[in-house]
């Protein structure tokens, strides 16, 4: 909601009394609740925030009496125009939240469907590149070495301990996939790093029918926006 500039310069002007801030007033609001000795800790135009010994309330000027209204320069066009201002940020504020967790949402899946790769361009496509995928496979082997120190012994019988090593492989996939953010989309470029699945492409190749494949991005945020593209 846009405020008109004349009702934000008002509340501006008599809105905020920082004089009147750190007073103690005693009154009852239109409601019936009573307030003794309670300290004015800030002013609004839209009305004043209190300490007492329960706590501490906002409460507004339509909800207080004449006398306190006047003694802090209570403005019926600055209340509402200061009000109205509050309510859009709030509202505002709670949009951005739930973008904020349906992000956050969509980060952990792309995170759980992430490759580490390295990959060459084959040919370049509309909006990205089709690129054949490397990744680095670890595993874990079992072998067996030597217990007892006197093995060589005639005498002593071999024993055996059987432990386990990490290791690596390279393993090519046999398809090729869509790759968008890439550097370069040049055939043969190399590229290594993260990718976020994001959903398919699908293309003609030279010979044969449409084909459809897997579509990455090279950036979280990348793969974000068109993730969301495919669900609208």
């Excluded at 949009?95 to 084959?122: F, G, W």
């Amino acid at each position: 909601m846009k405020i008109p500039v004349f009702l934000l310069l008002l509340f501006l002007a008599v809105g905020f009394h920082p004089a009147l801030a750190g007073e103690k007033i005693s009154f009852t609001t239109l409601s019936g609740k009573s307030y003794v000795d309670a300290e004015v800790t800030r002013t609004e135009p839209d009305g004043i925030t209190v300490m007492y010994d329960s706590g501490a309330d906002k409460i507004l000027f339509r909800s207080l009496p004449e006398d306190i209204r006047r003694k802090y320069h209570y403005n019926p066009q600055a209340a509402e125009a200061y009000h109205a201002q509050e309510l859009a940020q709030d509202k505002e504020r709670e949009r951005q939240k739930r973008i904020d967790a349906v992000n956050a949402a969509m980060d952990a899946r792309l995170k759980e469907s992430a490759l580490t790769v390295q990959l060459q361009v084959k040919r370049p496509v509309t909006g990205g590149a089709l690129c054949a995928f490397t990744i680095t496979e670890t595993y874990e082997e079992e072998y067996q070495v030597l217990r007892n120190s006197l093995a060589n012994c005639v005498l002593t019988e071999k024993e055996y301990e059987t432990r386990k090593r990490t290791l690596q492989r390279q393993i090519q996939l046999p398809d090729t996939y869509m790759v968008v953010g890439l550097p370069s989309n040049n055939p043969g470029a190399t590229w290594s790093g993260m990718v976020y699945e994001c959903g398919s492409y699908s293309f003609i190749p030279m010979r044969g029918a449409m084909h459809t494949v897997y579509r990455y991005a090279t950036r979280l945020e990348l793969a974000r926006i068109l993730s969301r593209d495919v669900a609208d």
